[in-house]
């Protein structure tokens, strides 16, 4: 653990949270930078703040419920007010998600929200986007999707799992594809490619989804967009 990365990705969760209001319909993200999120969230309802999460996996429903946050799903609520979650690289109002295998319902619960805010630390912040960019893949379409990525010119790697010693599974027991196109010159290209793959469910290519980035930096809080 690097501390002070942490203590960015730290302020830039209690920095978005400062946005959420008495009454709102909070998105909760998945992931260690979100995880400082929930934490401040949790700490806001001890103080009195009523929030109703709705999670975007079920390892943020389980972090959420245990910091004292009420819980719902989309489709019980009539929408969502605002949105926190983290994102693997981000660049110009593209993020690259997925790298915690939850992109599927990230991208639902972000999409939803009248306002999402993506949340990172300094590292996360590039030039041009290069980092492998996670699919969702139903196991029976695994070669057809590995040769398909091959096609497009990429490299895919099935995420393995060290506690099971094989393939990475999501919630929805779906492998995960770790699709890496090099530098990626045009992401709306490549999310349309991705998008007409047989047996892909989701991937984490998240173009013009979030409304801000905030950005944990040594001297503070930036505001990227
Ligand atoms: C999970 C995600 C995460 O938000 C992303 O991987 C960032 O995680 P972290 O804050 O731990 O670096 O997309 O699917």
Redo the contacts with the bound molecule.
């Keep these: 653990m690097d501390p002070d990365h942490e203590s960015m ?1 730290r302020a830039a969760a209690e920095a978005a949270v400062e946005m959420v209001e008495d009454g709102m319909i909070v998105g909760i ?6 995880a400082y999120a929930i934490t401040a969230l949790g700490e806001a309802v001890e103080a009195g703040l009523e929030i109703t999460g709705v999670p975007t996996s079920d390892a943020a429903r389980y972090r959420a419920k245990t910091a004292g946050i009420t819980i719902s799903d989309l489709d019980m609520v009539d929408g969502i007010d605002l949105a926190i ?4 690289q981000a660049c110009e109002g593209t993020l690259i ?7 599927t319902r ?1 991208r639902i619960v972000d999409a939803a929200a009248d306002q999402f805010i993506a949340i990172v630390d300094e590292r996360k912040v590039v030039d041009q986007l290069d980092a492998p960019i996670p699919l969702e893949v139903l196991p029976a379409a695994r070669h057809l999707v590995q040769a398909a990525v091959d096609d497009l010119g990429g490299t895919a790697t099935v995420r393995t799992s060290g506690s099971t010693d094989g393939p990475a599974y999501t919630e929805r027991g779906m492998l995960l594809i770790d699709a890496d196109m090099g530098m990626i010159e045009d992401a709306s290209a490549v999310a349309k490619e991705l998008d007409t793959l047989p047996g892909v469910i989701d991937h984490g290519l998240f173009i013009g989804l979030a409304d801000s980035l905030l950005v944990g930096t040594p001297d503070g809080v930036e505001r990227e967009w």
């Design positions: 990705k993200g998945t992931g260690s930078t979100a979650d983290g994102a693997d998600k997925g790298g915690g295998g939850a992109h990230e």
